[in-house]
């Protein structure tokens, strides 16, 4: 069984980085997309990043690209968000996300398509 335990929240002042981390236990393959979703109040939850494990491939919110990184570690255990020049819009709870992915390489990131979640990482980003 998956499971996925998310680290690395906190408070930062707008401009600044954060790197959140995701550890991965359970998970037997490579064969697998995982993602980066968060939800703010009142908001619905949104797809930020994804990744698809066995190739590296990454895909990216319209949002966040050119100032979040998603990466993983070389023995898959554990998945990063690199976060830079933070805006108060990011502002929300952080979630990681993994889905079974054997017969096709491309992520989505929408919340539906994936079956395991972590607790979620509070981000507070002020102006």
């Known amino acids: 069984q998956v499971q996925l335990v998310e680290s690395g929240g906190g408070s930062v002042q707008a401009g600044g980085s954060l790197r959140l981390s995701c550890a991965v236990s359970g998970m037997l393959s490579s064969w697998y997309c995982m993602g980066w979703f968060r939800q703010a109040p009142g908001k619905e939850r949104e797809g930020v990043a994804a990744i698809y494990r066995r190739l590296g491939t990454t895909y990216y919110a319209d949002s966040v690209k050119g100032r979040f990184t998603i990466s993983q570690d070389d023995a898959w255990n554990t998945l990063y968000l690199q976060m830079n020049s933070l805006k108060p819009e990011d502002t929300a709870m952080y979630y990681c996300?993994?889905?079974?992915?054997?017969?096709?390489?491309?992520?989505?990131?929408?919340?539906?398509?994936?079956?395991?979640w972590g607790q979620g990482t509070q981000v507070t980003v002020s102006s």
């Open positions: 996300a993994a889905v079974p992915k054997p017969y096709s390489s491309t992520c989505q990131m929408t919340e539906y398509t994936y079956h395991t």
